[in-house]
């Protein structure tokens, strides 16, 4: 009877946790709130910059570029001499100055050779008189651009004969700015002839006439021109060297 009892007793306990593992699982509960993000924290202090690296050795030198080539046209321009020219005096703004350049270029339209390059002789009895007329441009000739030029018209008589003599010097400097040193410029242009108001003491000197030599002419000259009669206003020294090569018609 004990024994019908515990079977019975076990069998029901069985049963019951077996029943129990039956039962179905529970929902799933509601997730939970996400938390509030946290602050940011303070920016760091930047560090201070390192001292710069020491300055790296100078790089091999590169080879020279090749030269460019001359504008078309001023190699035969300039091949039939110059005229320097030195200036000393003051400026209209009584500033003491000089100024030196050289006039080097010839126009090469053929009409205008008797302007600007022509030698004409003249026989007068035993002796021969030489007109030269000569022009040389400070740049590449162009009457509208560039018309800063040194004109000369020489007379002379016999030269390089014991009988040489200068008998006529008209020369003209026109629109030439001379540029000082501090920026400020005034223009010369003006006109200086041997027997003119206000020049003085105008001598050409060294004077070489060589016919043979493509009728080469040569001279050392200077004169002096009063205040009034050239744009500085004050007394001004012209001197320099002419250097050239003429042509003569053929008649």
């Known amino acids: 009877m004990k024994s019908k009892f515990l079977f019975s007793f076990?069998?029901?306990t069985l049963c019951f946790s077996f029943n129990s593992c039956l039962v179905e699982d529970g929902v799933?509960?509601?997730?939970?709130?996400?938390?509030?993000?946290?602050?940011?924290?303070?920016?760091?202090v930047n560090g201070q910059d390192g001292q710069d690296g020491a300055e790296g050795p100078q790089g091999t030198q590169g080879?020279?570029?090749n030269d460019g080539q001359d504008g078309a046209g001023l190699d035969e321009m300039a091949?039939?001499?110059?005229?320097?020219?030195?200036l000393?005096?003051?400026?209209p703004d009584d500033v003491p100055f000089t100024d030196n350049t050289e006039f080097r270029f010839l126009g090469l339209d053929g009409e205008d050779y008797v302007d600007y390059n022509?030698?004409?002789?003249?026989?007068?009895?035993e002796d021969t008189q030489y007109f030269f007329n000569f022009r040389r441009f400070l740049t590449a000739p162009d009457a509208t651009y560039n018309p800063a030029y040194f004109d000369w018209e020489v007379t002379i008589t016999n030269p390089g004969e014991e009988t040489e003599e200068v008998d006529l010097v008209e020369t003209t400097l026109n629109n030439y700015g001379v540029i000082g040193e501090d920026n400020k410029y005034f223009m010369l242009d003006d006109g200086?002839?041997?027997d003119g108001e206000g020049v003085s003491n105008m001598q050409l000197t060294n004077l070489v006439f060589e016919p043979e030599n493509g009728n080469h002419l040569s001279f050392t000259y200077h004169f002096t021109v009063d205040g009034a009669n050239n744009d500085s206003g004050n007394e001004l020294n012209v001197s320099g060297e002419v250097d050239i090569y003429l042509f003569e018609l053929i008649e």
Do not use: A, W
């Not at 799933?28 to 760091?44: A, H, P, S």
């Not at 000393?88 to 400026?91: F, L, Q, V």
């Open 10 to 12: 076990l069998f029901l």
């Open 28 to 44: 799933d509960g509601i997730n939970g709130m996400d938390g509030v993000n946290g602050k940011d924290g303070v920016n760091g």
């Open 63 to 65: 080879d020279p570029g």
């Open 79 to 86: 091949q039939y001499g110059s005229v320097s020219l030195h």
């Open 88 to 91: 000393s005096g003051t400026r």
């Open 118 to 125: 022509i030698i004409i002789p003249t026989e007068m009895g």
């Open 192 to 194: 200086y002839d041997s």
